[in-house]
């Protein structure tokens, strides 16, 4: 009964490719969150959505481009990938602004 | 804009002995803070929150930290440090009415000695 889930756990491609990672949370949380860490442990948010609607877009390029399906789900999809996107990614959810958010296990994308 | 000095992004302690870790904000409003813990390959897990209640608060395995609204602190600090404390620790911080956007600190390091 995992809270935040990420698929997939590890992901390495080549540059150029496209490709996804999914998010699910099934604490009934109202807004998930994007963040990246980067190969010195520095962590900074990506996204935020609140009920499928986004509401933090923090300077990302625009081949990173989230879907939020449901209230449930938030996806990252990159686009033409290159190698300063190798990092971790690490979705969060939290219900409101107040209480504390919930982060998934992350996925560690390699770029070669 | 808010943001996050941490003191020290390593830290070595004996076990048993006390462990603090400093975490210094900036924001122009009274903020939300948080300390997260991240165990090797892991994912964050969040020690404790200060939310404008108790200006002491306790959080899990042990710790404990202090909002200092003069000193504009919130240092973390358990009385025994175990060997399993062994990891990277964060300091976030989200302001009120900012989209709950948490801005964290570098990290610190924490490694427990024999």
């Known amino acids: 009964d995992t809270a935040v889930s990420q698929t997939p756990k590890y992901l390495v491609t080549q540059m150029g490719n496209d490709k996804s990672i999914k998010c699910e949370q099934n604490?009934?949380?109202?807004?998930m969150y994007w963040y990246k860490q980067d190969s010195k442990k520095f962590l900074k948010i990506m996204f935020s959505?609140?009920?499928?609607?986004?509401?933090i877009n923090e300077t990302v390029p625009n081949r990173f481009s989230p879907k939020s399906p449901d209230k449930a789900h938030l996806n990252l999809h990159i686009n033409s990938l290159e190698l300063g996107d190798s990092a971790v990614y690490f979705c969060?959810?939290?219900?409101?602004?107040?209480?504390?958010?919930?982060f998934g296990p992350g996925t560690r994308l390699t770029v070669t | 804009a808010q943001s996050v000095t941490q003191l020290g992004s390593h830290v070595s302690v004996s076990e048993g002995a006390l462990v603090l870790l400093r975490c210094n904000y900036s924001?122009?409003?009274?903020?939300?803070l948080f300390w997260y813990v991240q165990y090797p390959n892991q994912g964050l897990q969040l020690l404790l929150k200060?939310?404008?209640?108790?200006?002491l608060v306790k959080g899990i395995n042990g710790f404990e930290a202090e909002f200092k609204k003069s000193e504009t602190s919130f240092h973390l600090t358990k009385p025994s440090a175990h060997m399993s404390d062994a990891a990277e620790y964060f300091c976030?911080?989200?302001?009120?009415?900012?989209?709950?956007?948490?801005?964290f600190g570098t990290g610190t390091q924490l490694k427990v000695e024999l």
């Open positions: 969060a959810s939290s219900q409101g602004e107040v209480y504390e958010q919930y």
């Open positions: 604490l009934g949380h109202d807004t």
């Open positions: 200060y939310t404008s209640a108790a200006t």
């Open positions: 924001s122009s409003v009274p903020p939300y």
């Open positions: 959505y609140n009920n499928k609607e986004l509401i």
């Open positions: 976030a911080v989200s302001e009120r009415g900012g989209g709950n956007k948490l801005t």
